[in-house]
């Protein structure tokens, strides 16, 4: 059973975050992708995020209506940093060994892995999907670090999706429209809840 795993900060789940998935599920063969909205990511240590709750509900309405889209919690249930080997590990104890993991990421997310916690443990138990980004820098490095990593990727044959977490919160802040980025329920959410601040204008 192939099972794709999406992690993220979702602040807030987009558009682009959905056809990646998509696509990587038909390409690759999944069952399911499963969404993993971040507890505390460690690399945004340094700045706010979102309470957890409204990032799990946004991700909750935006793939409610693909019944291969599943919503995992294990991230914000667990204290402390979200480490995707932790992950990884605990969904393998709950899973079994029946089940294949393929950790969708972008392919410059790709370029940091030897920065993550334990990069050489995760690639062995799961496949990366990759999926393609403006300006990525060459990975052949990347071989040296971690030895086998390349043998471990599958590279997404799909358009460039250029939409941001980062960038929606900026339109947001101008007062501007972020409809087609994000599913209209989510957008519906953003605003009933203000979860963004708008700049006075």
């Keep these: 059973m192939n099972i794709g795993v999406l992690g993220g900060t979702f ?47 946004m991700v909750r309405r935006a793939i409610a209506d693909n019944p291969h889209f599943k919503l995992c919690t294990l991230e914000v249930e667990r204290p402390g940093p979200s480490y995707t080997v932790d992950t990884l590990t605990m969904l393998r104890e709950q899973l079994g060994n029946e089940a294949s993991f393929f950790f969708i990421l972008g392919r410059d997310t790709l370029a940091e892995l030897p920065s993550w916690k334990e990069p050489k443990k995760l690639v062995q138990l799961c496949r990366l999907v990759v999926a393609p980004r403006l300006g990525s820098k060459d990975l052949k490095h990347l071989e040296t670090e971690i030895p086998g990593l390349l043998d471990k990727v599958i590279q997404l044959d799909m358009p460039v999706i250029g939409i941001s977490s980062s960038g929606i919160r900026q339109r947001i802040a101008q007062g501007l429209p972020i409809r087609y980025l994000v599913p209209t329920e989510v957008e519906k959410y953003i605003t009933e809840h203000k979860i963004y601040p708008t700049s006075a204008r």
């Design 11 to 57: 602040d807030p789940i987009h558009i682009g975050h959905l056809v990646v998935a998509e696509e990587a599920r038909i390409k690759a063969g999944f069952k399911e992708v499963l969404f993993v909205p971040a507890g505390q990511p460690w690399l945004k240590l340094d700045r706010n995020i979102t309470p957890a709750a409204h990032r799990v509900e």
